[in-house]
Structure formats: C-alpha cells, structure tokens
C-alpha cells in the first residue's frame, strides 16, 4: 500500500501543538485476554492541520504470527517502522469504527460516551460500541487487565500468562524474570501451550457429553427465549440507529451471533 507523501510526513515541529490524546489498540485474543499490539496518538496544531500516529509494539505483534489477527487496517507494517503518519486525513482504522459528524443519532452518541462535541479517538476510547469487522478494540492509553497468574489449571495458568504479556507488564513468571526481549517468544510459546490445552479439555466435553447423551443425562444448553414482538422492535431500531449493537445484546440477552441468527430467521418468516 503506498499514500502520498503529503499524508505520511508529519506536522512540522515549528507548529504549536495545541491538544493531543492517546489509546492503545489492543487484540481480543479471548474477551479478557488482550493484547497491545500499538499505541495511537491524535494531534492538533494552530494552523488547525492535525495528525494520527501509530506506534506498533513489535514485541508484542511477533508474537502473534501465527494467530489470524488481521493487522492494523490502513496500515502497512512490513517495513517495521517505529512510527506511522497519516496527516490531515482520517486513518482507514478510524474512519471504519466511529460515526461520522453527519450521523442522525450523532449526539445520543456523543453523550453515551461522555463527550460534548466529536473527537474521534477519545469516542472510540471511550465508547462501549462493539464494531464488528475485526476484532481490535481501543482503550485508554496504560490500559491493564492483567490481575494476576491463576493457579486454577494448567489452561488457566497460561492464559492468564498471555494477558500479562499482552499487557507488556515487567515480565515474571512462576518466581522467574524474563527480559522485554524475550516477550515475543513467550507469547509463542504459551499461545501454543493454551491452545492445546483449550483444543484437548473440548474433546474431553464432547466425550463427556455424547457419554451422557447415551445415558439420557444430557439434553444440551436450552436456548434464550426471546419474544418475537421484542426481537423485531430491536432489530428495525438497530437497524435505523436508534440503538447500539451493545444496547442490543443487553436488552436480549444473547451472543451478537446468536442475535444475528434470530434477526435473520425473522426476516426470513416475514416474506
């Protein structure tokens, strides 16, 4: 991918810089367990020229080669720079993921995330919006959700290693110090370790289960009921803005795949 030189230099130094905020844009590897893959800063000079710079936590990003997380949208990382700028325009990864200043329900936006007027960024930090088309959230920068290595399990135990390497927290394992360098390679290592832990204890359900089923013991999980009058009023106000992907798993009560099912199965009764 190749832009202009005009959106990929930065601001000039000589410009006073008049306000600034900063995120961190993490990977959902697991709803808990995260990872800080680069940090992201907005800029805004005097001349009102501004800019979005994306610093990627390479430590963190050569761990995960071999999990599907996507990459960065906009951004091409082969070429390993510390820094990357798009000036005076609006990154892909932010324009995908927040209302633009024309949205009907804009304001309603605006106040659900606590802002008085739209900065882009700071609505992404701070909005509970769930985007959908990958699966890269944004939080505030020094974010941490790592409380601590679990002894519950094996496959517990080394999930709750990957957060504290996600979170890029001073390394220590089991009593053990690791340097930053050696965080890649960790995250590797114990990526593989959860994975085959997680992969074995879902066969042993599925033995378990189809055991039971044999018996007459288990029937499997009984599904949510949702009303249809309710299911339909969330949809069309889905649909038309007037509510959140997050308001509307809340008021039903089901996965966003799970909803996405019903929506369709709706549709499909109404024709």
Not at 30 to 52: G, H, M, N, P
Not at 124 to 146: A, E, P, Q, R
Request: with cysteine; charged share 30%; aromatic share 10%.
């Amino acid at each position: 991918m190749s832009l202009n030189r005009e959106y990929t230099t930065p601001v000039s130094p000589a410009l006073n810089k008049i306000y600034s905020i900063s995120g961190e844009i993490c990977f959902e590897y697991t709803k808990k367990t995260l990872f800080k893959v680069a940090r992201i800063t907005y800029e805004l000079f005097e001349d009102e020229s501004y800019q979005y710079i994306f610093e990627p936590y390479y430590d963190v990003i050569d761990g995960l080669e071999h999990v599907d997380w996507g990459g960065i949208p906009g951004i091409e990382m082969t070429n390993r720079q510390k820094q990357y700028y798009r000036t005076s325009m609006i990154p892909v990864f932010i324009s995908e993921r927040t209302p633009s200043a024309n949205r009907v329900n804009l304001q309603e936006e605006l106040r659900e995330a606590n802002l008085e007027y739209l900065d882009r960024l700071e609505w992404l930090i701070n909005t509970d919006t769930v985007y959908s088309g990958d699966s890269l959230v944004v939080k505030k920068d020094g974010f941490n959700s790592f409380s601590g290595i679990s002894k519950r399990s094996a496959q517990w135990h080394a999930l709750s290693i990957l957060q504290l390497l996600g979170m890029r927290q001073p390394i220590e394992i089991d009593g053990k110090l690791f340097k930053d360098s050696d965080r890649s390679l960790l995250i590797k290592t114990f990526l593989i370790e959860y994975e085959f832990l997680s992969t074995k204890r879902k066969e042993n359900q599925n033995i378990g289960q189809l055991q039971a089923k044999e018996k007459g013991i288990y029937t499997g999980r009984k599904p949510i009921k949702v009303p249809l009058p309710l299911l339909d009023e969330v949809r069309k106000k889905l649909s038309s803005g007037q509510i959140t992907l997050h308001e509307a798993l809340h008021i039903t009560n089901l996965s966003k795949a799970t909803l996405y099912r019903k929506f369709k199965k709706l549709e499909e009764s109404q024709k």
